[in-house]
């Protein structure tokens, strides 16, 4: 599992950095988020969560998705949206209300 992080979007406000478990996730000399060694991210999705600027994406398994996928949250007051751009050119966009999220 690993994530993607988009330099272009990026507007270094190192939140990403603040919640990587790994410390994987690093600021460069232009202040832009960055993973040196993808492969030892861990999958737990904190970074994603936390970017604002939807700047890093996280790589689906063929399982959750198809080869190619990538995920992304997108905030939206009491709801986070979780979009999934598919290798086709599609979009799966699933949208989880925070107040109903953990009712049960």
């Known amino acids: 599992m690993s994530i993607a992080i988009n330099k272009n979007k990026c507007v270094g406000c190192g939140r990403c950095m603040d919640v990587c478990p790994g410390s994987l996730i690093k600021l460069d000399g232009e202040n832009r988020a ?13 970074c994603i969560k936390e970017c604002r600027s939807y700047a890093i994406g996280f790589f689906l398994g063929a399982d959750m998705g198809g080869t190619g ?3 992304h949250t997108e905030d939206e007051g009491d709801i986070l949206k979780w979009v999934v751009d598919m290798p ?16 049960y």
Not at 34 to 46: A, L, R
Not at 88 to 102: A, C
Request: aromatic share 10%.
């Open 34 to 46: 960055f993973i040196k060694y993808p492969k030892d991210c861990w999958g737990c999705t904190s």
């Open 69 to 71: 996928s990538i995920v």
């Open 88 to 103: 086709d050119g599609s979009k799966m966009v699933m949208e989880i209300d925070r107040n109903e999220s953990n009712k």
